[in-house]
């Protein structure tokens, strides 16, 4: 009974994350930073890609594999892109994506 309660419904198998994981995004004076708690999870398991608009987490390991995008409030320049992951705690700080084009009226 206390491995039921401890690690969820009797038969059920851990096949990702679930209520373990948080993502927090929020904007700064000048850019966006982007708190993900991964328990469980390696420095050499994850991957991150961004599109300006969207970043994606994904990690595999031989037991879990988590795979997320989370928005982002505004868009970043994904190529200014700083990331550290220390004790399951991934952070990302992006840069404002200023570049906006003007459009010529005729």
Do not use: W
Request: charged share 30%; with cysteine.
């Amino acid at each position: 009974m206390m491995n039921e309660m401890a690690n969820g419904e009797p038969g059920s198998e851990d096949a990702g994350f679930g209520s373990a994981t948080h993502v927090d995004a929020y904007t700064t004076e000048d850019g966006v930073r982007l708190v993900a708690d991964l328990p469980a999870v390696s420095k050499e398991e994850l991957s991150l890609q961004c599109d300006g608009e969207a970043l994606t987490i994904s990690a595999a390991s031989d037991r879990r594999e988590y795979d997320e995008t989370v928005e982002l409030p505004v868009p970043v320049d994904e190529h200014s892109a700083d990331a550290t992951f220390n004790n399951g705690v991934l952070e990302v700080a992006f840069d404002r994506d200023d570049d906006s084009a003007s459009i010529d009226l005729e």
